[in-house]
């Protein structure tokens, strides 16, 4: 069992900054950012691979948002920059179990796979 504890959400105007953090009882392979907004289904923002340097991104992020590790801490980060009324979402930190493709996670909004996710944090992008 992965315990996640998310951090960092708030409201900001559009334009701005936020930072999430997620501390993980441990990693798995594969780890990533999801969020969820009313009436929207869930969707892929950002996973990472634990070893190595491979990212990915939903077109909706890239370029704005950075995802990164400290595999020392066990702590995910999702830096978020330039942000938009529409990143306006529920945040999940999340990871898989399994040799699984951080790429095809992402796209599937975490659908068919069995994740452990964290309690959430909310990002409201406002003015």
């Known amino acids: 069992q992965v315990r996640l504890v998310e951090s960092g959400g708030g409201s900001v105007q559009p334009g701005g900054s936020l930072r999430l953090s997620c501390a993980a009882s441990?990693?798995?392979?594969?780890m990533g950012w999801f969020r969820q907004a009313p009436g929207k289904e869930r969707e892929g923002v950002a996973t990472i691979y634990t070893r190595g340097t491979s990212t990915y991104y939903s077109d909706s992020v890239k370029g704005r948002f950075t995802i990164s590790r400290d595999n020392a801490k066990n702590t995910l980060d999702l830096q978020m920059n330039f942000l938009k009324p529409e990143d306006t979402a529920m945040y999940y930190c999340?990871?898989?179990?399994?040799?699984?493709?951080?790429?095809?996670?992402?796209?599937?909004?975490?659908?068919?796979?069995?994740?452990?996710w964290g309690q959430g944090t909310q990002v409201t992008i406002s003015s």
């Open positions: 441990e990693f798995t392979r594969c």
């Open positions: 999340a990871a898989v179990p399994g040799r699984i493709s951080c790429g095809q996670w992402l796209l599937s909004g975490g659908r068919a796979y069995d994740n452990y």
